[in-house]
């Protein structure tokens, strides 16, 4: 009996032990290598055929992008904070390449850049491209024969409701704005609990709904 005894308190004993000797283990140096390789560039090519820009997608979004806020209106998702679309996806590096001899000339965006919706201006000779930001989406213009960007000074896109567009004229882009005497945004709503009364009504399926008489004051 007791030879029985100690043998199931060892079986019970044996997998706690093993659950505590377990850990986190990283994957093999091989799996990793390709796991946090760059991935393959998005293209875009000139209007008149003789560059492609090379854009480089972010692979694994961190964990603070994913928890920004979110605003449903209209069908769309909107983080409040840069006035675009909620988890907008984005490209890290910007690299212009010459079609004819391979030539590749990087961008000098800012460090950490979130580019978005990059746009050829109809000659090719200027790029627009969106930059993500905190306080907002900073419209930038990059001259495609060397690869120099300058951020447009005082102004933030609105890209949840439209963006930017380039004109005919080949140097003009139209541009929709986030207003700078646009204030505050609206704090989230709490809800009031409410009283009822006995009144009740029947909905059209024949159920009992009670009506809300009053709402509670704050």
């Given at each position: ?181 646009r204030g505050a945004g609206l704090s989230k709503p709490h809800a009031d609990r409410a009283e009822y009364s006995g009144n009740s009504r029947k909905d059209r399926r024949g159920a009992d709904v009670s009506r ?7």
């Amino acid at each position: 009996m007791k030879t029985k005894f100690l043998l199931l308190l060892i079986t019970l004993i044996l997998p706690l032990n093993l659950f505590a000797q377990g850990a986190y283990k990283q994957p093999p140096k091989n799996v990793l290598d390709v796991l946090n390789a760059p991935a393959t560039p998005a293209t875009s090519v000139s209007p008149a055929k003789n560059k492609i820009a090379l854009l480089e997608p972010l692979r694994y979004p961190p964990i603070a992008e994913l928890s920004q806020p979110m605003l449903r209106l209209a069908g769309l998702r909107i983080n409040p904070n840069t006035n675009g679309a909620h988890r907008q996806s984005y490209f890290v590096k910007l690299t212009l390449k010459n079609i004819a001899d391979g030539k590749e000339t990087s961008v000098n965006l800012p460090p950490n850049a979130q580019i978005i919706s990059p746009s050829w201006s109809a000659d090719g000779k200027y790029l627009a491209a969106g930059n993500i930001t905190p306080g907002g989406v900073e419209l930038w213009i990059v001259e495609t024969t060397n690869g120099k960007a300058q951020k447009i000074k005082n102004a933030l896109v609105n890209t949840a409701f439209g963006g930017f567009y380039w004109m005919p004229d080949r140097k003009s882009l139209l541009v929709n704005l986030v207003p700078k005497n646009r204030g505050a945004g609206l704090s989230k709503p709490h809800a009031d609990r409410a009283e009822y009364s006995g009144n009740s009504r029947k909905d059209r399926r024949g159920a009992d709904v009670s009506r809300p008489s009053a709402l509670a004051e704050r």
